[in-house]
């Protein structure tokens, strides 16, 4: 074979690697292998001096005409990778397209905006785990095994004998468990309970419940900051009920309803004319809760209370589906921008 020939073989075997290659690197490497200064095509041309003139002259201008083509074939393989933009014409005064910007899911506004209030009254915030065991979730908070309170709370049990916690007054034992009085937290975070899904119940939702335990603590105290909660949340111009209810876990135990603020009391739909929205649970927290996670009820009082989160949001903000919350759609997330 002569030098001419592997020039000609050189070539397009060059020419059919350049086209397989696959990226810049690929491309990079291969411009070295066939044409550095250690390359195929070098070494070729490095031979040529052993040639007859012809021969020589013959070669030599074949194989330099190659080495433009293969320059050629590389450069216009190249760039397609390349990063330089054409310059374009640019018209700074044209309005700029805004980015999509993601909003806080309106419960988690609603959230802050609770856990804001009480921030402002000094609670601190405390969270604990969604998967709950018997104890925390009933047994410490004065449940006993077969107390008919434990059916209200349509429980989901999970493996290992533990259950999805109902509500977040479990996080109160597990707080009081660990500090000591004076404590004064809010606790945000999802519950679940096995409803039938509707426009007015859901498997999961939100809770924030919220206690103070200190020496002295009264029912007027928890008034007070129900009082103030309310009026900041739905309005100044509201008034308040506490009737008397039942929770194992309080004792005295009220339930807060507020005056409707849609119809300032007068009756409507949504209050179902009675002129009250019922808001929330509270009471005096139990001795036995307290004696559970090792404070001394002689000495110690306190106060708590629990409210759902979707609830209010829905009156305040007038939706009337709470399955709306869950199911992602950006149409209705993006209304409470
Ligand atoms: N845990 C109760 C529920 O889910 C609400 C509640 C009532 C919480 C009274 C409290 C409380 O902390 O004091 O229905």
Known sequence: MSLLDDVKYLLSEAQENIEKAASLDVLNELQIKYLGRKGSLTAILKKLKDLPVEERKQTGAFANQSRKQLEEFFKTAKEKYSTKREKTF???TLPGTNPRVGVVHIINQVIGDICQIFYGMGFEIAEGPNVETDYYN?????FPPDHPARDMQDTIFVEGGRLLRTHTTPVQARVLEKQKPPIKIITPGLCFRNEAISTRSHVAFYQVDGFLVDEGVTMA???GAL????KAFFGEDLKLKFRPSFFPFTEPSAEVDI???LCKGKGCQVCKYSGWLEILGCG???PNVLENVGIDSEKYTGYAFGMGVERPAM???KIND????????LRFLKQFE
Do not use: H, Q
């Not at 009933?138 to 004065?142: D, M, R, Y």
């Not at 009082?227 to 309310?230: I, L, P, S």
């Open 90 to 92: 640019f018209d700074p």
């Open 284 to 286: 005096m927290i139990d």
């Open 138 to 142: 009933f047994e410490a908070l004065n």
């Open 315 to 317: 009156l305040k903000y």
């Open 259 to 261: 005056s409707c603020f």
């Open 322 to 329: 709470i399955r709306l919350f869950f199911n992602n759609d």
């Open 221 to 223: 105290d928890l008034k």
């Open 227 to 230: 009082v103030a909660f309310c």
